[in-house]
């Protein structure tokens, strides 16, 4: 039979266009593309990308505290949100079209445009095009979960918030996941009032106990209010504001309502369901290891797959994808040790086993460390660090690194590299301490804090 295409991905986030353009430069493979949004994806125009510039900007009223302390003669006029919004969408531009040029330059053939599947090898457009292809890769991503509660319609999500006309004076962050605790601390940061509601008895569930119980008391610290076993039953609009009634019993105004209780695969209403695709509980397109769904035509990767959502992950799966099916390189990518970061203020980066992960595993030790770290020391602030290595008893390899730090993110990668290799306890004590740094103490802590 012969195609339209080689390959037809459905998707220009990170996953999708890596695929697409290792399947065509490198792989020879005649490929298209469909994106109904802008090209890029959720991290590089909603989600990852536009944060972390955030982040950036959140950090200076710290940074200019820190430069009076060291007898710089600093002086703030305020944030100027309309005059970075309008960089930020400018610096957003500049990634999209660049992501264009390499689609364009690889020589994928890109279609603006909703792509649905007909059939296993059979793609329509919405603009009435239908094309044939021999393999098809679905890289859709994920999308906001708002839960259905009255007045639902009040609050944004993550996708609308780099676009507000004005900063709020008060606002309200819903979950208590990275990107409930991230935006938390960017609108604290900017000078909002920021109120946090998490329904779990802590944020930041899943990591490593001890690094999020450290990162929410520094949060609370800088002014956060977090309320945790605490949710909304529904949102009322006032003359004022946006009336948010909880589940404690308190009502409260707030200015902004953000809900970021979670993303969601977005696989629905592509047709997949009906060629017998089949999908899982949380609406995820159920793959094996080299990313193939039941139909075998069809593959999916990154968050519509719901298997560890990050964006370097997607890449990776895609490029796997690529490799396997057009380059005639089998590959699986490997999910487990894969580092991550939470932008919070301080960051939280970590890599391999929780210490609740571990203890239930096999015997271990736990070496951690907290202290104030010279450089906001110096300028009397109370920040507190967290090192926390945990260790195999048995083997002495390294199962996990928890860090709670500015520039944790940084930290964390280069942590993962000697875990990844197998690094035992023993090669980080032999390894000399660079000084004085904050990094330092993860080759000096020599006697385990508990066992377990």
Not at 106 to 121: K, S
Request: hydrophobic content about 40%; overall charge neutral; some cysteine.
């Amino acid at each position: 039979m012969t195609f339209d295409t080689d390959l037809f991905v459905i998707g220009g986030g990170s996953g999708g266009v890596r695929a697409a353009r290792i399947a065509a430069a490198e792989g020879g493979a005649r490929v298209m593309l469909a994106e109904e949004s802008r090209m890029g994806g959720t991290c590089v125009i909603r989600g990852c990308v536009p944060k972390k510039l955030m982040v950036f900007a959140s950090a200076f009223p710290d940074l200019m505290e820190d430069a009076n302390a060291y007898g710089w003669r600093v002086k703030s006029e305020g944030f100027d949100w309309p005059r970075f919004r309008s960089a930020l969408e400018a610096e957003l531009t500049r990634l999209e079209n660049a992501y264009r040029s390499t689609l364009t330059n690889a020589g994928v053939t890109i279609h603006d445009a909703r792509a649905t599947v007909v059939d296993p090898h059979t793609v329509r457009l919405s603009t009435g095009e239908t094309f044939t292809a021999k393999h098809i890769l679905i890289a859709t991503g994920g999308w906001p979960f708002v839960p259905d509660i009255p007045g639902r319609d009040l609050a944004i999500t993550s996708n609308e918030i780099f676009h507000l006309d004005t900063l709020p004076k008060r606002a309200l962050v819903v979950g208590g996941g990275y990107i409930a605790s991230e935006f938390a601390c960017i609108l604290h940061g900017l000078g909002v009032e920021t109120t946090q509601y998490y329904r779990g008895a802590q944020i930041l569930r899943g990591f490593d106990d001890e690094s999020r119980g450290h990162v929410a008391n520094a949060m609370q610290a800088r002014g956060i209010a977090i309320h945790c076993g605490t949710d909304v039953l529904r949102l009322e609009k006032t003359a004022t504001g946006i009336r948010a009634v909880a589940t404690d019993g308190s009502e409260k105004e707030f200015d902004l309502v953000l809900y970021a209780t979670g993303r969601r695969p977005n696989a629905a209403g592509l047709g997949l369901q009906e060629i017998g695709v089949k999908f899982g509980r949380n609406g995820q397109i159920l793959v094996d290891d080299w990313s193939q769904t039941a139909v075998p035509s069809i593959y999916a990767v990154g968050d519509v797959t719901d298997r560890v959502n990050l964006t370097p992950v997607a890449i990776r799966e895609g490029h796997a994808f690529a490799d396997t099916v057009f380059r005639g390189i089998p590959t699986r990518f490997d999910h487990d040790l894969i580092p991550s970061a939470i932008f919070t203020q301080p960051e939280l980066g970590s890599v391999g086993l929780s210490e609740e992960q571990a203890r239930d595993i096999e015997p271990i030790e736990v070496y951690s460390a907290t202290f104030r770290p010279m450089k906001t020391l110096f300028a009397g602030r109370p920040d507190r660090v967290l090192m926390k290595l945990i260790v195999s008893q048995a083997t002495r390899k390294v199962l996990g690194c928890h860090i709670v730090a500015p520039d944790a993110g940084e930290l964390i990668q280069l942590a993962a590299i000697a875990i990844r290799m197998g690094a035992t306890k023993e090669d980080f004590d032999r390894t000399v301490a660079v000084h004085p740094t904050i990094s330092e103490e993860l080759v000096t802590m020599r006697k385990p804090t508990r066992k377990g």
